[in-house]
């Protein structure tokens, strides 16, 4: 099966500082990889989504203070800092997810990863945290949902860091069912058990905290056993994977032991999942992952999942 992917070298212009984890060498290593040629992939032009666009998820007065940091050094918290071309990679990064999106949604492309920085999962609707600028797996299933082309959206977050900014938008939103595994306590210090919705979307969220050292069977036994049954209950037209890889046992930023061949496990039986439930609708876009060879494996891992 070919698989789709979103690269392009812009996506290396955020340049968060000497020594910030969230480096332009995780994509370099990643396009390393990707240029040895071993996958049979399909390759989108990213193009820039427009402030309208981020507005189906982020704040006016959030969006306006981006316009002003366009082209500025600017420091959004002491985690998240850009360059002068920060925010245009965001916006980047955040059309290519959401145009990956609803191209696999609309059945005019195969699924695929958006290979994007900045990542966005901590993004709260109204400021930037954890490294991340603009929700774009957010911005992408509102898009899906504003735009006809699902009534109902699945998220699944794999990251070891719990997306709270996800959660936050849809956590009362009947819409939009959000999962995540995640090292737990950790930061961002949200995604306990208790954390399940309120409201029109009581039930909508799922949060599974792992304790620091678990690996490849919990985390599996996690998605096999609770996660995947959920979203079959739930019933998706599309199904989204916030995909960070830093549950890596070689990660330098956390403490789970997630291997490469757990990834690849992880990747293959959400694939089958989404051929069983969506048609094979499904998507996913770049979060966290810190050890840049490790990054680079596990993204191959992903790849080769999908396009066996």
């Known amino acids: 099966m070919t698989v789709t992917i979103v690269r392009d070298d812009r996506f290396m212009d955020h340049d968060p500082g000497l020594h910030h984890p969230e480096s332009p060498a995780r994509l370099a290593s990643i396009h390393e990889m990707l240029d040895r040629g071993e996958h049979d ?3 989108l032009e990213p193009r820039a989504a427009s402030f309208d666009e ?3 998820v982020h704040h006016t007065e959030y969006l306006e203070r981006l316009e002003r940091a366009r082209g500025r050094v600017t420091v959004f918290d ?3 800092k850009g360059s002068e071309a920060s925010v245009d990679t965001a916006l980047l990064a955040a059309g290519a997810t959401i145009d990956l999106c609803t191209k696999v949604a609309a059945d005019e492309t195969p699924p695929g990863i958006a290979l994007v920085r900045p990542p966005g999962h901590h993004a709260v609707a109204e400021r930037a945290m954890g490294f991340c600028l603009v929700n774009n797996v957010a911005v992408a299933a509102r ?3 504003d735009r006809g082309l699902a009534e109902r959206v699945a998220i699944y977050d794999w990251d070891v860091h719990h997306g709270n900014g996800t959660q936050d938008i849809f956590y009362d939103a009947a819409d939009v069912f959000y999962a995540s595994t995640h090292q ?3 930061y961002p210090g949200s995604g306990s058990a208790r954390e399940t919705g309120k409201g029109a979307g009581e039930e909508m969220t799922l949060n599974i ?3 620091a050292g678990a690996g490849d069977s919990t985390l599996l036994a996690a998605n096999q056993e609770i996660i995947m049954r959920r979203v079959e209950d739930f019933s998706p037209d599309v199904i989204l994977i916030s995909a960070g890889f830093d549950a890596l046992a070689s990660d330098p930023l956390a403490q789970l032991e997630v291997t490469v061949d757990g990834f690849y496990e992880l990747a293959a039986r959400w694939r089958e999942l989404a051929e069983r439930l969506t048609h094979g609708r499904i998507a996913a876009v770049l979060e966290g992952g810190y050890d ?4 680079a494996r596990c993204v191959d891992a992903l790849l080769k999942a999908w396009d066996t």
């Open 184 to 186: 737990f306590p950790f």
């Open 292 to 295: 840049t060879g490790g990054l």
């Open 209 to 211: 905290p792992l304790p």
């Open 78 to 80: 002491p985690d998240t």
């Open 41 to 43: 992939v399909v390759t």
């Open 54 to 56: 981020l507005s189906v």
């Open 143 to 145: 898009t899906l949902i």
